[in-house]
DNA sequence: TCCATGTAAATGCAAGTGCATCTATATGAA
DNA sequence: TTCATATAGATGCACTTGCATTTACATGGA
């Protein structure tokens, strides 16, 4: 898979990579915000946070998990601090950072959306695949892509 | 894969779906920006009417081959002519309808991006693949989440 | 014909995002 | 120590997107 140019199987992998994440990701978010539920963005950095040590990370930990530019991140986490869901805390190590932490509130948060979110993900990407073996391979794949030999 | 509750794998491909896509766009677009061209939706837009008969589309034909909102098209087809890269035109069969057609310039843009494009998609999704046996799996795989038993 | 209802596309406004820049702290060389 | 440079995170501004609504035309029934 190396040389200059693409093979045909790469353009149409890459094609419908935008338009499978933009489906699956429009289907979602649609059906969490029926359901009266924040948005997913909100939901996903509330579980990076509840499943690292203590509760919190650096922001900058949360940018390269969620993989969202630095200045997305800053105010993704005013919007969850405004809420109630997440703190700011003073990192000792280093003054310039800080860390994020997740309230009672935000864990209860995350909790309370699962079972919506769970059920879209089936709705949406689960229920489109035909057994196991393809989640597997899918999942295989695309891990494939985020592997970051970047740069 | 029915049933209400997604399995461990689907969970794990859908979260890298959102984070592979993620970071195979903007990486993309940052290559494509650094090269002077305008975003990616202006050149997948203009391939999908290049593509079509005479050139053209109806804007609710390119809202579901691009799989975006209906205000967005709108919006996009609004900069597409303001930089003289379509013309919209009435649509004779139906009056509320119209359609959009690609100019000369139009035609020049993407023939002009298409060498970077295609570096940048071989760069950031078919180098991270091994084979063409995983680029053809892979796009598969995408296209059941793509096609439409929705709603 | 007239009107209620439906559909294609546009638009005002709020919210989110990208970009460049700024502030504050850290680090390392002189 | 001092200063240049680097890094973490915040912010002003422009642009894009989401959402609700509006406008214009289409369709079908009374």
Do not use: F
Not at 88 to 111: C, E, F, H, N, S
Not at 142 to 150: K, N, P, W
């Amino acid at each position: 898979m190396s040389g200059d140019a693409p093979s045909q199987n790469v353009v149409t992998a890459w094609a419908r990579l935008i338009r499978a994440q933009r489906a699956a990701l429009a289907g979602v978010e649609a059906d969490l915000k029926q359901a009266g539920w924040p948005p997913l963005g909100w939901y996903d950095a509330l579980l990076e946070l509840k499943r690292s040590a203590n509760g919190a990370l650096r922001p900058l930990e949360l940018e390269s998990r969620l993989l969202l530019a630095q200045h997305n991140i800053s105010r993704l986490i005013d919007r969850l601090e405004a809420k109630g869901y997440v703190e700011r805390r003073p990192y000792a190590a280093d003054g310039r950072g800080q860390l994020v932490a997740i309230t009672a509130a935000g864990r209860a948060l995350i909790k309370g959306m699962w079972p919506a979110y769970r059920a879209a993900i089936q709705r949406h990407v689960g229920a489109k695949l035909r057994n196991e073996a393809e989640a597997d391979q899918l999942a295989t794949l695309l891990g494939r892509l985020i592997a970051t030999e970047e740069d």
